[in-house]
T-cell receptor, first 111, second 116 residues
């Protein structure tokens, strides 16, 4: 059964720093991996979608990479801002259309 | 605007009183699903639907029912809610086509349910 983990569970950085969030999955037979942002008590906002055939995707200050063979993805956030404070979730689509989510990384960017 | 809409956003109810949380999407997606999110447990899938009249259990289906009579709607039904169903619920949808499995998921804004 696919399992997804995220490290670290929580991260606090000063504004302006570059940072990396990690996501690992146990079964490399995935169709895609999606990174989401969740603000407290709110819904999930899709940030980046990486297909299984891709190595990375970029959107603004965000860059996500995928190494399917090793079961890893990273989300790189450049020049972090207080508005980036949120919980970041990764999810993999494996069998069928079902997503398996990681537990999330809670990010705090301090002004 | 492409979106998944859930209602209500917040709900407090009493044990045993049947309730329905609605979910509607305007993207003509075949696939829809329900998740619950609990502290320390993350997002867990309750039920999913591959298309109209095709539903199946996820990881935590006990105490829930769903129906998919129309493509755009996928309501979540709690026949007899209990306090352990207090949670944050999310509906999601994505496009499904034969041979195309790598589609993006869209999520609703969530429904915070409290059962007392």
């Amino acid at each position: 059964k696919q399992e997804v983990t995220q490290i670290p569970a929580a991260l606090s950085v000063p504004e302006g720093e570059n940072l990396v969030l990690n996501c690992s999955f146990t079964d490399s037979a995935i169709y895609n991996l999606q990174w989401f942002r969740q603000d407290p008590g709110k819904g999930l906002t899709s940030l980046l979608l990486i297909q299984s055939s891709q190595r990375e995707q970029t959107s603004g200050r965000l860059n996500a990479s995928l190494d399917k063979s090793s079961g890893r993805s990273t989300l790189y956030i450049a020049a972090s801002q207080p508005g980036d404070s949120a919980t970041y979730l990764c999810a993999v689509k494996a069998d069928g259309q079902n997503f398996v989510f990681g537990p999330g990384t809670r990010l705090s960017v301090l002004p | 605007e492409a979106q998944v809409t859930q209602n209500p956003r917040y709900l407090i109810t009493v044990t045993g009183k049947k309730l329905t949380v609605t979910c509607s999407q305007n993207m003509n997606h075949e696939y829809m699903s329900w998740y619950r999110q609990d502290p320390g447990l993350g997002l867990r899938q309750i039920y999913y639907s591959m298309n109209v009249e095709a539903t199946d259990k996820g990881d935590v289906p006990e105490g829930y029912k769903v129906s998919r009579k129309e493509k755009r709607n996928f309501p979540l039904i709690l026949e007899s809610p209990s306090p352990n169903q207090t949670s944050l619920y999310f509906c999601a949808s994505s496009l499904t086509r034969t041979g195309i499995m790598n589609t993006e998921a869209f999520f609703g804004q969530g429904t915070r349910l409290t059962v007392v």
